[in-house]
């Protein structure tokens, strides 16, 4: 069974049509890269698979639950229990330290737990940095304290946005690895991005132009072993 | 956020103290109306008069600490015999005279000994007299003979008597017994008599000298009323039928108890006639006749107050009882530090407390006190309500300046899951800890500001109130709670998917 079916999606402002009649499926375990340049309709996909939109016409299926005519609050709730985001900009709280970040998430998921957090930020290989507030860390190290945040509730799906938008190279690697570790923990990974390298790393690649999907390309030589 | 809590700090700063005035101002501005004069008269009742005793009692009724002061007060006309002129003067207490009537402006100084007066300006201008004068003042009543009088130190019994001497002419006597009934004085008038030896009785100080001391009645030493009676009549003209008359007289008086004087050698009829004349008016000392008090007293001061007092002449109320022989009063002016309310009701109970006194409000005093009041705290309530809008205003205006720094964080927090209702907690937590925070700094402060306003307008501490402490704090809280209520909005408001495709 699909963790998530986009069934004949649109979004339409105005006359724009950003997406227009698209269907999807994602697998659960699968690796996904949405790919597109600027207008395709990635972003509003994006927006409307973590919870925050929802289309104007079709059905989203997310663990079999239609997101599309659920309310503010329902999608809120969806979205805390079953999706871990990840963003270009990596926004953390600047205020709070690398371990209090990660429990911010915890925190409006259920509990703060310092040691389960700092178990996260040791996955990531962040553990000594933990008490660093993020303005004395690196892009690279920010972004792997997201990601620990991202997986610190166990998420049904993690969901990218240019994860790797803003790192160097040798960063990216580190994300990228990140990634087929939780993809070997069986965790379903949507990554929007613009980078061909990133979406290689992807068992298949959804392109979308003009808010339909162009065409779907399965990665044949995916290992993750 | 600095802002948003210095705001709150200014907002409760200005709300305590304003508070506190505002439950302080009738207290001061009470301390400062009493400056006006008295807001209480106690007259007696129709009927009844009002005495030291109970105008005590009735005092007794108002708590000491609210009385300001109570000034008894006496009105009688007093006579000016030099200058033939009469005014009002007044018996009162100038100790508390300079309490009820703080108005008063004394040149000179108040009287502080007896026989000191104070004059009116208007009087002071009519008589041209100055501080330091001396004034004689006169009481003209009627009355009984025995009455007290003030004779001065002699205070005495003053009576008057008259009796048929020598050819039926009239011996006229005024005599003022001492305290024990004891001629402490005498004057005769015997000009009608004989000249010569029967006029001597009103001159001779050896015979008039006798009589100081001695008790009544008096009769003429038994020797002489028996063996000079006669060898008087032959001396004097025409005297069988007095002879006759004096013989019986001595020989009765001498069956009196009394003291005896020696009759002036050859006078003895008109003798006769000066003790019978004071006989009989100690036995006529219930007849009604004019009484005539006189005084000098010295100007200790010129009173000027713009109004109708400077038209009286002020002693104290010792002198004027002494000098009219009359204890009682006729009004006495309380100044009472308390609002309308509990000047009613003070009233009321002097009033229906059967002492025979009415006690009235000076409505012009206590209505204008009300009336002022009110205005004050009234404006008071207004600027604390404009500055508290202020507040609210810059509280909310900082707080939306805050969610809009933090849109990114507030949007991430929501991608992560964070309901409209914890968006709501976190950011009323915020703004009600600054509150509470601001709270406790303006309570503090307030007080401060209020002890400087106190201080430089009304030039007296002000009490601190503790509860004001919670309530300012409370207050603050609350107001910053409502403030935050738009900011809050606003941030729920936010959209998560900000946070996705850097912005």
């Known amino acids: 069974m699909a963790l998530l079916e986009l069934k004949n999606v649109s979004k339409i402002y105005g006359d724009l049509k950003a997406l227009n009649d698209v269907s999807i499926q994602v697998e659960k375990g699968e690796w996904v890269a949405i790919m597109g340049p600027s207008g395709s309709g990635k972003s509003t996909m994006m927006n409307i698979i973590g919870c925050m939109d929802k289309p104007t016409i079709g059905e989203v299926l997310l663990d079999g639950v239609d997101i599309s005519k659920e309310s503010q609050k329902a999608l809120t709730d969806i979205r805390r229990d079953k999706i871990g985001l990840i963003f270009q900009?990596?926004?953390?709280?600047?205020?709070?330290?690398?371990?209090?970040?990660?429990?911010?998430?915890?925190?409006?998921?259920?509990?703060p737990d310092e040691e389960e957090a700092l178990e996260a930020l040791d996955r990531v290989g962040?553990?000594?940095?933990?008490?660093?507030?993020?303005?004395?860390?690196?892009?690279?190290?920010?972004?792997?304290?997201?990601?620990?945040?991202?997986?610190i509730n166990h998420p049904e799906l993690i969901l990218a946005d240019e994860p790797t938008g803003n790192l160097d190279e040798a960063n990216e690697n580190i994300v990228l690895d990140l990634f087929r570790q939780l993809h070997r923990e069986g965790t379903t990974l949507i990554v929007v991005t613009h980078d061909p390298e990133v979406a290689e790393a992807a068992q298949r690649t959804i392109v979308l132009e003009h808010g339909r999907v162009a065409r779907e390309v399965i990665n044949e030589n995916f290992s993750n072993q | 956020m600095l802002i948003a809590l210095l705001s709150i700090v200014v907002g409760a700063t200005i709300l305590s103290g304003l508070v506190t005035i505002y439950i302080d101002v009738p207290r001061q501005m009470?301390?400062?109306?009493?400056?006006?004069?008295?807001?209480?008269?106690?007259?007696?009742?129709?009927?009844?008069?009002?005495?030291?005793?109970?105008?005590?009692?009735a005092l007794g009724k108002i708590p000491e600490q609210n009385m300001v002061g109570a000034t008894p007060y006496r009105y009688v006309r007093l006579d000016m015999p030099s200058r033939q002129q009469s005014f009002i003067s007044a018996g009162t207490d100038f100790s508390q005279v300079q309490k009820t009537s703080p108005y008063f402006s004394v040149e000179g100084a108040y009287p502080k000994d007896t026989r000191e007066i104070l004059v009116g300006k208007e009087i002071a201008r009519t008589l041209d007299v100055k501080v330091g004068s001396s004034v004689e003042l006169s009481y003209k009543t009627t009355g009984k003979a025995g009455d007290k009088a003030s004779g001065g130190d002699k205070a005495g019994t003053v009576l008057q008597g008259s009796a048929e001497g020598f050819n039926k002419v009239i011996v006229k006597t005024d005599v003022v017994l001492d305290?024990?009934?004891?001629?402490?004085?005498?004057?005769?008038?015997?000009?009608?008599?004989?000249?010569?030896?029967?006029?001597?009785?009103?001159?001779?100080?050896?015979?008039?000298?006798?009589?100081?001391?001695?008790?009544?009645p008096l009769k003429l030493s038994g020797s002489q009323a028996e063996d000079g009676a006669a060898k008087d009549a032959a001396q004097e003209e025409d005297s069988t039928e007095a002879a006759a008359q004096e013989e019986g007289a001595a020989k009765d008086a001498a069956q009196e108890e009394g003291s005896t004087v020696d009759a002036v050698t050859g006078a003895t009829i008109s003798s006769q006639a000066v003790i019978d004349a004071i006989n009989s008016a100690s036995s006529s000392s219930d007849d009604v006749v004019p009484i005539e008090n006189t005084e000098h007293f010295t100007v200790a001061g010129i009173l000027s107050t713009g109004g109708e007092e400077e038209g009286y002449v002020y002693m104290s109320l010792k002198d004027l009882q002494r000098l009219t022989m009359d204890e009682t009063l006729d009004a006495a002016e309380l100044s009472v530090s308390a609002d309308a309310e509990e000047l009613e009701a003070y009233s009321k109970e002097i009033s229906d407390a059967d002492l025979g006194i009415t006690a009235r409000l000076v409505k012009r005093v206590t209505r204008?006190?009300?009336?002022?009041?009110?205005?004050?705290?009234?404006?008071?309530?207004?600027?604390?309500?404009?500055?508290?809008?202020?507040?609210?205003?810059?509280?909310?205006?900082?707080?939306?300046?805050?969610?809009?720094?933090?849109?990114?964080?507030?949007?991430?927090?929501?991608?992560?899951?964070?309901?409209?209702?914890?968006?709501?907690?976190?950011?009323?937590?915020?703004?009600?800890?600054?509150?509470?925070?601001?709270?406790?700094?303006?309570?503090?402060?307030g007080f401060g500001f209020a002890q400087l306003v106190s201080v430089s307008v009304f030039g007296s501490a002000i009490t601190f109130r503790p509860l004001l402490l919670p309530v300012t704090i409370l207050v603050s809280m609350a107001i910053a709670a409502v403030s935050c209520q738009m900011p809050i909005r606003r941030a729920v408001a936010i959209d998560p998917a900000i946070v996705l495709k850097g912005e």
């Open chain 1, 89 to 111: 900009q990596f926004h953390m709280v600047t205020y709070l330290t690398a371990v209090e970040n990660v429990m911010v998430s915890q925190y409006y998921h259920s509990m």
């Open chain 1, 126 to 151: 962040l553990r000594e940095r933990a008490k660093h507030l993020p303005g004395q860390l690196s892009g690279g190290e920010q972004q792997r304290v997201c990601v620990a945040r991202a997986l």
């Open chain 2, 30 to 57: 009470g301390a400062q109306f009493r400056s006006y004069g008295a807001n209480m008269l106690l007259l007696p009742e129709e009927g009844a008069s009002l005495t030291a005793d109970s105008l005590q009692e």
């Open chain 2, 179 to 216: 305290e024990e009934g004891k001629i402490a004085s005498l004057e005769v008038d015997a000009s009608s008599q004989t000249p010569g030896i029967g006029s001597l009785v009103g001159t001779d100080k050896a015979f008039l000298d006798q009589f100081i001391g001695k008790s009544l």
């Open chain 2, 368 to 445: 204008s006190e009300a009336s002022v009041l009110g205005k004050l705290q009234a404006l008071v309530f207004l600027v604390t309500a404009v500055v508290l809008l202020l507040t609210m205003i810059c509280v909310s205006t900082t707080m939306l300046a805050v969610v809009s720094e933090r849109r990114r964080e507030i949007g991430l927090r929501k991608a992560l899951g964070a309901s409209d209702g914890s968006i709501r907690k976190e950011f009323l937590g915020e703004g009600m800890f600054l509150g509470g925070l601001g709270g406790v700094f303006g309570a503090l402060l």
